[in-house]
């Protein structure tokens, strides 16, 4: 099986990734797994165009809102860290590597230079649900400088969350199991009445003030639907999944509506593939889920451009499970019947499909393809890591890189995978 070369671009893919951006304001970069240096750095240089050449006005990551709001207050020279690495230490959570990463630092510190002679800065903003209780921390610490007395009364609502003392899993399955009081009731009214008051703290001090409202105002909707999150978890089928996905959308469409009262927004969206490519050409949809990509391509249709990652061998830098320290691991060549594997017999180290202007046959049937997320377990890789879609529904344009190379985390590995490359099995 082979693809035809008349849209597979080897030179000057980025050239190529613009010329099919055009003139969308919404434009999904993806990726193969979240420890692909090549994947970050490719992401990081087509964003760069798009900010200095079309206009984009912000970055919106598969990270979490309050963490990302620090970096931006620092790419906006707002905030007090005095450099990236400092700007990005709120990435805590596992996996830290995400986003506390070489290329990342390097991105940021590209964009705070840009922002300063810049007559329209960008900004950068996390769309993720899982920062809970640093996000009801945040709304609280905002409302002690705006209004003490709200401040009390969100201290107050966000004490039905003490007892399980920051495990939002334990809350989660406590009161999916009824065995303790939900807390939906109170993160509600918080949000309702930062809601009606936010434009009176908008007003307080100008532009960084009405960023600050919108933040505080994202922190408390991020709370409810981390409560509903951690709630459905625990619950069977594709819920906890959607309502993910969801938030992230609906925090993209509240990001661009802020933006677009200062100027047009255009918002480059970083994110793994398995959100960002739509997932009705997926067994993801065929099985209940919807994802990011395809709730984009619903609102805003030709406005809008997804472009995803593949690779066929190489290192990554994951995890062996949930939790465990970052470990720098060889990736074993792609399976028989994967685009992974269609991609690599093309025999070109790098190149760009586009897939709005050319849909070879190939890639409109359905293949394997494989998705690395933060853990990697190249023992049980069919099951672990592949799924079936059709790539050329899926996205509107492909980065293949043939071989890739482990992101570097700025806190190292924990371990380097020494198994050479040729006693892994062909297949499993």
């Known amino acids: ?165 920051r495990d939002a899993q334990h809350y989660g399955y406590a009161a999916a199991m009824r065995a303790a009081e939900s807390c939906e009731d109170d993160v509600i009214r918080q949000l309702i009445e930062l809601q009606r008051e936010a434009p009176l703290y908008a007003r307080l001090d100008g532009r960084v003030a009405d960023e600050d409202a919108f933040a505080a105002e994202q922190n408390a909707r991020l709370t409810l639907n981390a409560e509903r999150y951690y709630r459905t978890m625990f619950n069977a089928g594709a819920s906890s999944w959607n309502l993910r996905d969801t938030h992230m959308t609906d925090t993209l469409v509240e990001l661009i509506g802020f933006l677009s009262r200062h100027g047009r927004a255009k918002v480059a969206v970083w994110a793994h593939n398995s959100h960002l490519g739509d997932a009705r050409a997926t067994e993801m949809g065929r099985r209940g889920e919807h994802n990011v990509g395809q709730l984009v391509r619903e609102r805003w249709g030709e406005a809008s451009r997804s472009i995803g990652f593949t690779t066929h061998t190489g290192t990554v830098t994951a995890a062996s499970d949930w939790g465990d320290p970052a470990e720098l691991k060889r990736v074993r060549p792609s399976l028989p019947g994967s685009v992974e594997r269609l991609f690599h017999s093309i025999g070109s180290p790098r190149f760009f499909v586009d897939l709005r202007n ?28 592949y799924f079936r879609s059709i790539v050329a529904d899926q996205f509107d344009g492909v980065i293949h890189i043939d071989e890739t190379t482990a992101l570097e985390p700025l806190e190292g590995w924990s371990r380097m995978d020494e198994e050479p490359p040729e006693t892994y099995p062909t297949a499993l």
């Not at 207050?73 to 005095?82: F, K």
């Open 1 to 165: 099986m082979t693809v035809s070369l008349h849209r597979i671009e080897t030179a000057d893919v980025h050239r190529q990734v613009i010329r099919l951006v055009g003139d969308a304001s919404v434009v999904l970069l993806g990726e193969a797994s979240h420890g692909t240096h090549e994947f970050y750095r490719e992401r990081a240089e087509i964003t760069k165009r798009l900010i200095s050449e079309n206009g984009f006005t912000a970055v919106a990551i598969e990270g979490d809102w309050p963490d990302a709001y620090r970096v931006n207050a620092y790419v906006r020279g707002w905030g007090s860290d005095t450099t990236a690495e400092e700007a990005l230490s709120g990435f805590e959570r596992f996996p830290s590597w995400m986003w506390r990463n070489t290329v990342i630092v390097e991105f940021v510190e590209w964009l705070r230079d840009f922002n300063e002679t810049a007559a329209s800065p960008a900004g950068f903003y996390g769309l993720d649900l899982y920062s809970m209780y640093t996000s009801m921390e945040s709304v609280v610490r905002y409302l002690d400088r705006v209004d003490p007395q709200a401040a009390d009364r969100a201290r107050r609502r966000y004490a039905c969350f003490d007892w399980v003392r």
């Open 358 to 385: 050319d849909r070879p046959q190939p890639l409109c049937t359905d293949l394997l393809e494989r998705a690395i997320g933060v853990i990697y377990r190249p023992q049980t890789e069919r099951a672990s890591h």
